[in-house]
């Protein structure tokens, strides 16, 4: 007698930063005291910061730093890291409604985490934000792949990786919804971030949900 094949699961994506977790706070003290620590004299507003969230650190620097070198990206990224896993992890929180929503659709999808943060930072925030890292079947960050969000890279690869098609990437930002449509993947966009709904509207996403909870009326 034939054993009854396991059902395939299908994939949803999400980002990490402001879909899942508010970590602004964390982010923005990390990068000031990484500044600080290499001794920047120019004076960077923590709203000039804010301006280029959703990008991959390395492009935040550079649009910082116009000109700057690659080593100096490099020192600013890697102490910016750092900070982040010793000291300011302790301002993450959950965003009300991530675990619930998580928990549910573990269990009917295969959920990939896709962020442009490092792989090892994402690990720190989540364990920061008590999220757990089991969750996600695949967990891909910024340093393991050529071109980080708004390419689409991340989700190519967690696609790969799956070896299915993503039906839905939840992000909250503008470079969420450029990558996911780069990927021919519906892009359900959060207003959690940094990027109002009339924001994300002119990327045109295949929905907008107020809420992480109102997601699950959405993925069919």
């Known amino acids: 007698m034939q054993k009854k094949r396991k059902k395939e699961l299908g994939l949803i994506c999400f ?39 959703g990008e991959g650190s390395r492009k935040i620097i550079q649009n910082l730093f116009p000109g700057t070198t690659a080593k100096f990206i490099d020192k600013i990224i890697y102490d910016h890291d750092l900070l982040v896993r010793k000291n300011t992890k302790k301002f993450v929180k959950v965003i009300p409604g991530a675990k619930r929503i998580l928990k ?10 896709i962020s442009n943060c490092n792989h090892e930072l994402i690990m720190a925030l989540l364990e920061a934000a008590k999220i757990p890292k089991k969750w996600f079947s695949i967990i891909i960050g910024q340093d393991q792949v050529k071109h980080p969000k708004p ?8 696609e790969h990786i799956a070896r299915h098609k993503a039906a839905y990437f939840i992000g909250d930002s503008i470079y969420d919804i450029r990558a996911g449509k780069r990927a021919h993947v519906r892009v359900i966009a ?21 809420k992480l909870k109102e997601i699950s009326t959405s993925i069919q």
């Open 151 to 158: 390419a689409p890279d991340e989700l190519l690869k967690a």
């Open 190 to 210: 959060i207003p959690s971030g940094v990027n109002n709904i009339a924001q994300l509207k002119k990327e045109s996403p295949y929905r907008i949900c107020k």
């Open 104 to 113: 549910k659709l573990q269990q009917q999808w295969k959920l990939a985490l």
């Open 15 to 53: 980002d990490l930063d402001n879909t899942l977790i508010k970590s602004n706070k964390c982010h923005l003290e990390a990068y000031q005291l990484a500044f600080k620590k290499n001794k920047i004299k120019k004076k960077i507003t923590n709203k000039e910061i804010l301006k280029h969230f």
